[in-house]
Protein backbone atom coordinates (compact mmCIF):
# COMPACT_ATOMS: atom_id res chain seq x y z
CA UNK A 1 0.00 0.00 0.00
CA UNK A 2 2.04 3.00 -1.44
CA UNK A 3 1.84 6.31 0.36
CA UNK A 4 3.16 9.36 2.17
CA UNK A 5 3.71 9.63 5.35
CA UNK A 6 4.19 12.49 7.50
CA UNK A 7 4.78 12.40 11.20
CA UNK A 8 3.69 13.33 13.75
CA UNK A 9 -0.27 14.80 12.78
CA UNK A 10 0.29 17.51 15.63
CA UNK A 11 3.78 18.90 16.83
CA UNK A 12 4.63 21.40 19.45
CA UNK A 13 7.66 23.07 20.44
CA UNK A 14 8.86 25.78 22.24
CA UNK A 15 10.20 29.15 20.96
CA UNK A 16 14.13 28.98 19.94
CA UNK A 17 14.47 25.50 19.50
CA UNK A 18 14.84 23.56 16.18
CA UNK A 19 12.43 21.05 14.69
CA UNK A 20 12.64 18.12 12.59
CA UNK A 21 8.99 17.44 10.41
CA UNK A 22 9.45 13.69 8.99
CA UNK A 23 8.29 12.74 5.53
CA UNK A 24 8.68 9.26 4.14
CA UNK A 25 7.62 8.16 0.49
CA UNK A 26 7.93 4.27 -0.64
CA UNK A 27 6.18 5.69 -4.41
CA UNK A 28 9.35 5.21 -5.60
CA UNK A 29 8.81 8.83 -6.90
CA UNK A 30 11.84 11.13 -7.65
CA UNK A 31 11.20 14.43 -6.63
CA UNK A 32 9.72 15.45 -3.06
CA UNK A 33 8.31 19.00 -2.15
CA UNK A 34 7.76 21.22 1.56
CA UNK A 35 4.78 23.65 1.31
CA UNK A 36 4.00 25.68 4.02
CA UNK A 37 0.13 26.64 4.33
CA UNK A 38 -1.41 29.74 6.45
CA UNK A 39 -4.90 30.32 7.07
CA UNK A 40 -5.85 32.80 3.88
CA UNK A 41 -3.35 32.46 1.83
CA UNK A 42 -2.46 29.50 -0.72
CA UNK A 43 0.52 26.70 -0.11
CA UNK A 44 3.57 28.12 -0.55
CA UNK A 45 6.92 25.92 -1.53
CA UNK A 46 9.74 25.97 0.76
CA UNK A 47 11.93 23.24 -0.43
CA UNK A 48 12.50 20.53 -3.68
CA UNK A 49 14.23 17.91 -4.53
CA UNK A 50 14.19 16.30 -8.41
CA UNK A 51 16.72 13.62 -7.00
CA UNK A 52 18.88 12.12 -4.17
CA UNK A 53 21.79 14.28 -2.60
CA UNK A 54 19.90 17.05 -4.45
CA UNK A 55 18.14 20.13 -2.97
CA UNK A 56 17.10 23.23 -4.15
CA UNK A 57 15.00 26.53 -2.47
CA UNK A 58 11.82 27.36 -2.67
CA UNK A 59 9.86 30.15 -2.26
CA UNK A 60 10.00 30.86 1.75
CA UNK A 61 13.23 28.85 2.44
CA UNK A 62 14.60 30.77 5.21
CA UNK A 63 14.59 29.38 8.56
CA UNK A 64 14.27 26.23 6.98
CA UNK A 65 16.53 23.29 5.94
CA UNK A 66 16.57 20.04 4.36
CA UNK A 67 18.22 17.42 3.41
CA UNK A 68 17.71 14.18 1.13
CA UNK A 69 19.96 11.72 1.74
CA UNK A 70 17.87 8.13 0.53
CA UNK A 71 15.35 8.74 -2.53
CA UNK A 72 12.37 7.56 0.20
CA UNK A 73 12.75 9.99 3.19
CA UNK A 74 13.19 14.15 2.55
CA UNK A 75 13.05 15.48 6.18
CA UNK A 76 12.26 19.38 7.08
CA UNK A 77 14.01 21.16 9.82
CA UNK A 78 12.39 24.54 10.85
CA UNK A 79 15.25 26.51 12.69
CA UNK A 80 14.76 28.79 15.87
CA UNK A 81 15.74 31.69 12.74
CA UNK A 82 12.14 31.04 10.85
CA UNK A 83 10.31 33.62 12.51
CA UNK A 84 7.04 32.36 12.27
CA UNK A 85 6.93 28.85 12.21
CA UNK A 86 3.13 28.15 13.45
CA UNK A 87 2.16 26.61 10.35
CA UNK A 88 0.62 23.61 8.44
CA UNK A 89 2.97 21.25 6.73
CA UNK A 90 2.78 19.70 3.94
CA UNK A 91 5.08 17.47 2.00
CA UNK A 92 4.48 16.01 -1.67
CA UNK A 93 6.22 13.62 -4.17
CA UNK A 94 6.38 13.43 -7.63
CA UNK A 95 7.68 11.34 -10.51
CA UNK A 96 10.23 13.66 -12.02
CA UNK A 97 8.53 15.02 -15.18
CA UNK A 98 5.06 13.97 -14.37
CA UNK A 99 2.78 16.70 -13.53
CA UNK A 100 0.85 15.30 -10.52
CA UNK A 101 1.93 15.93 -6.66
CA UNK A 102 0.90 13.59 -4.17
CA UNK A 103 0.44 14.47 -0.97
CA UNK A 104 1.18 13.60 2.41
CA UNK A 105 -1.69 14.03 5.57
CA UNK A 106 0.75 16.87 7.04
CA UNK A 107 1.80 18.15 10.02
CA UNK A 108 0.45 20.63 11.79
CA UNK A 109 3.52 22.93 13.89
CA UNK A 110 2.59 25.09 17.06
CA UNK A 111 5.14 26.71 18.21
CA UNK A 112 5.01 28.67 22.16
CA UNK B 1 4.79 37.62 -11.33
CA UNK B 2 2.28 35.00 -10.12
CA UNK B 3 -0.73 36.23 -9.62
CA UNK B 4 -4.02 33.51 -8.63
CA UNK B 5 -7.58 34.64 -7.90
CA UNK B 6 -10.60 32.58 -6.83
CA UNK B 7 -13.32 33.27 -4.76
CA UNK B 8 -12.34 32.88 -0.87
CA UNK B 9 -16.27 31.03 0.05
CA UNK B 10 -19.00 30.17 -1.62
CA UNK B 11 -22.24 28.30 0.01
CA UNK B 12 -24.43 25.93 -2.13
CA UNK B 13 -27.76 23.62 -1.67
CA UNK B 14 -27.31 19.48 -1.55
CA UNK B 15 -28.46 18.52 -5.25
CA UNK B 16 -26.83 22.11 -6.98
CA UNK B 17 -24.51 22.92 -9.14
CA UNK B 18 -22.12 25.31 -8.20
CA UNK B 19 -19.20 26.88 -10.12
CA UNK B 20 -15.88 27.87 -8.94
CA UNK B 21 -13.58 30.46 -10.98
CA UNK B 22 -10.04 30.94 -11.06
CA UNK B 23 -8.02 33.45 -12.95
CA UNK B 24 -4.16 33.97 -13.59
CA UNK B 25 -1.37 35.74 -14.64
CA UNK B 26 1.84 33.86 -14.42
CA UNK B 27 5.39 34.17 -15.80
CA UNK B 28 4.75 30.89 -17.30
CA UNK B 29 2.53 28.13 -17.74
CA UNK B 30 2.16 24.60 -18.34
CA UNK B 31 -0.77 23.86 -16.70
CA UNK B 32 -3.47 24.20 -14.20
CA UNK B 33 -4.63 22.16 -11.35
CA UNK B 34 -7.66 21.78 -9.24
CA UNK B 35 -7.14 20.01 -5.73
CA UNK B 36 -9.88 19.23 -2.91
CA UNK B 37 -8.65 19.99 0.47
CA UNK B 38 -10.99 18.95 3.89
CA UNK B 39 -10.04 20.69 6.91
CA UNK B 40 -6.28 19.59 8.15
CA UNK B 41 -5.99 17.22 5.51
CA UNK B 42 -3.72 16.45 2.16
CA UNK B 43 -5.08 17.92 -0.95
CA UNK B 44 -6.66 15.65 -3.27
CA UNK B 45 -5.92 15.42 -7.32
CA UNK B 46 -9.51 16.50 -9.18
CA UNK B 47 -7.72 18.02 -12.37
CA UNK B 48 -5.21 19.07 -14.56
CA UNK B 49 -5.91 20.68 -17.91
CA UNK B 50 -3.44 21.70 -20.65
CA UNK B 51 -5.51 22.24 -23.38
CA UNK B 52 -8.43 24.73 -23.65
CA UNK B 53 -12.14 23.53 -23.17
CA UNK B 54 -13.93 21.23 -20.50
CA UNK B 55 -12.59 18.09 -19.34
CA UNK B 56 -15.26 15.75 -17.58
CA UNK B 57 -14.94 13.60 -14.55
CA UNK B 58 -18.05 12.44 -13.02
CA UNK B 59 -19.53 14.90 -10.98
CA UNK B 60 -16.82 17.15 -11.23
CA UNK B 61 -15.83 18.69 -14.69
CA UNK B 62 -12.63 21.85 -15.11
CA UNK B 63 -12.34 24.54 -18.04
CA UNK B 64 -9.79 26.10 -19.17
CA UNK B 65 -9.01 29.19 -21.53
CA UNK B 66 -4.85 29.82 -22.04
CA UNK B 67 -5.91 33.17 -23.81
CA UNK B 68 -8.23 34.26 -21.01
CA UNK B 69 -5.90 32.67 -17.94
CA UNK B 70 -9.08 31.46 -16.70
CA UNK B 71 -10.48 28.20 -15.58
CA UNK B 72 -13.62 27.34 -13.62
CA UNK B 73 -14.63 23.94 -11.34
CA UNK B 74 -17.89 22.74 -12.10
CA UNK B 75 -19.64 20.27 -9.56
CA UNK B 76 -22.66 18.74 -10.03
CA UNK B 77 -25.11 16.92 -7.70
CA UNK B 78 -23.45 18.53 -4.94
CA UNK B 79 -23.15 16.02 -2.26
CA UNK B 80 -22.81 16.91 1.60
CA UNK B 81 -19.24 15.36 1.34
CA UNK B 82 -18.33 18.08 -1.24
CA UNK B 83 -17.64 20.89 1.63
CA UNK B 84 -13.97 21.43 1.54
CA UNK B 85 -11.60 24.05 -0.06
CA UNK B 86 -11.11 23.74 -3.83
CA UNK B 87 -7.09 24.76 -4.87
CA UNK B 88 -6.75 25.93 -8.23
CA UNK B 89 -2.50 25.94 -9.09
CA UNK B 90 -0.95 26.31 -12.14
CA UNK B 91 1.97 24.34 -13.24
CA UNK B 92 4.54 26.31 -14.81
CA UNK B 93 8.49 25.92 -15.08
CA UNK B 94 11.63 27.31 -13.13
CA UNK B 95 14.81 26.43 -14.05
CA UNK B 96 13.66 23.23 -15.55
CA UNK B 97 11.39 22.53 -12.79
CA UNK B 98 7.95 21.78 -13.17
CA UNK B 99 6.56 23.93 -10.30
CA UNK B 100 3.65 24.70 -9.02
CA UNK B 101 1.40 27.88 -7.62
CA UNK B 102 -1.07 27.82 -5.55
CA UNK B 103 -4.26 29.99 -5.09
CA UNK B 104 -5.45 30.38 -1.48
CA UNK B 105 -8.53 28.12 -2.12
CA UNK B 106 -12.25 28.69 -2.62
CA UNK B 107 -14.05 27.07 0.64
CA UNK B 108 -16.98 25.48 -0.41
CA UNK B 109 -20.13 25.38 2.32
CA UNK B 110 -22.60 22.78 0.76
CA UNK B 111 -25.81 23.10 3.33
CA UNK B 112 -28.60 20.52 3.22
Known amino acids: DGGITQSPKYLFRKEGQNVTLSCEQNLNHDAMYWYRQDPGQGLRLIYYSQIVNDFQKGDIAEGYSVSREKKESFPLTVTSAQKNPTAFYLC???????????FGPGTRLTVL | GQNIDQPTEMTATEGAIVQINCTYQTSGFNGLFWYQQHAGEAPTFLSY????GLEEKGRFSSFLSRSKGYSYLLLKELQMKDSASYLCAVEGVDTGFQKLVFGTGTRLLVSP
Open chain 2, 49 to 52: NVLD
Open chain 1, 92 to 102: ASSIRGEHEQF
